[in-house]
């Protein structure tokens, strides 16, 4: 099922929560058992536990079952984040991300991805078109160029020299949906609190090492040539393997005006839990004077170098999935915005 469908379905009921043994502390649980979705929605904050552990923005068990299975395997968080965003990428039926992206105005699908290692070392790409896994571009521009950033055609050509096939990632459902948005076309992109659907991924490896990825198709129906918040280091993800990890979704145009992603591990170097950062840094931009956020959704995941996670977004159904100790598990995340709910 489609995240966003999923979590529209999904009503919260009942209280419960299966944690690992070493989880210190839990709170605010709830558990969604709606038969039809075949998945638990928990919420919770502040807790800590073993190591390795992956956590990605919205419902992809997929994903972060990939990437915990090359942590288990001894791989390192680097190689944990770019393999476990390459299985959304190459899934056609997500319509935000790689393969089956939705288009921009004109139908094109472009694609902006980062990623970024325990050194502080990043690589991104911005309005790639044709390669699916934007990520892996992402990884080649931080290890095989003097370079952080590659663009548009320059980004396509690098890849190719690298091995990476042209495709046309424009599918028939992506075509469809595109040709029936032109009939009323607006020139705005459509913002509304449900199609932001970023994958952003951090993890941290056996060794207690950091990594964070983040790849998107950006805002469906944005207007040509526009680039989100997702392939800006410090905007859409960012690593400081002292001190923890962000990654951001939502409109990226907000996220980059707040730097919301470096904002929030500054805020955990000053002490705060990766809940009260991320918490905080939605209340920049919610606070600002006019600010318009009940018309757009951003959300932030985090996790500390103890291990600690936090999620939280304007508005509701954003979740985190979170794989530790043995459990891969949908987590309902809290938001600022209580009116009509
Ligand atoms: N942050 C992305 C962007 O603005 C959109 C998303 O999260 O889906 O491009």
């Known amino acids: 099922m489609k995240r966003r469908k999923f979590l529209k379905n999904a009503s919260l009921t009942g209280v419960g929560l299966a944690v690992g043994s070493t989880l210190a502390a839990c709170a605010d649980t709830k558990t969604d058992t709606t038969e039809n979705n075949n998945s638990e929605i928990v919420t919770a904050s502040n807790s800590t536990g073993t190591l390795p552990l992956v956590i990605a923005t919205w419902h992809v068990k997929e994903a972060t079952a990939k990437a915990m299975e090359v942590l288990q395997k001894g791989g390192n968080a680097l190689d944990a984040v770019e393999q476990g965003c390459m299985v959304e990428e190459a899934n056609e039926k997500g319509q935000s991300v790689g393969k089956g992206g939705l288009p921009d105005r004109d139908g094109n699908v472009t694609l902006d991805a980062c990623i970024m290692d325990k050194h502080g070392n990043c690589g991104s790409v911005v309005y790639l078109q044709n390669i699916t896994h934007a990520v892996s571009v992402a990884r ?16 396509k050509k690098f890849a190719i020299s690298q091995g990476f096939e042209a495709e046309d990632l424009l599918t028939e459902a992506s075509k469809e949906a595109w040709e029936k948005w032109k009939v009323e076309a607006k020139y705005k992109p459509i913002i509304n609190i449900e199609n932001h659907d970023t994958i952003g991924m951090l993890a941290i490896d056996k060794n207690g090492d950091i990594s964070g990825a983040c790849t998107t198709s950006g805002l469906a129906y944005k207007m040509g040539g526009r680039v989100g918040d997702s392939p800006i280091i410090g905007s859409g993800l960012f ?45 920049r931009i919610v606070n600002k004077p006019n600010s318009n956020y009940k018309d757009f959704q951003v959300g932030y995941i985090a996790v500390n170098k103890n291990g600690q996670t936090g999620s939280y977004s304007i508005h509701q159904w954003f979740s985190m999935t979170k794989f530790q100790d043995g459990v891969n598990e949908q987590i309902q995340s809290d938001f600022f915005n209580k009116e009509n709910v």
Do not use: W
Request: proline share 3%; charged share 25%.
């Open 140 to 155: 080649k521009v931080m290890e095989d160029t003097p370079h952080v950033m590659l663009a548009g055609e320059g980004a």
């Open 239 to 283: 690593v400081d393997n002292e001190i923890g990890a962000c990654v951001a979704t939502g409109l990226g145009e907000e996220v980059v005006k707040t730097v919301g992603s470096f904002l929030v591990v500054e805020l955990m170097r000053q002490g705060k839990s990766p809940q009260e950062a991320c918490e905080e840094a939605i209340s």
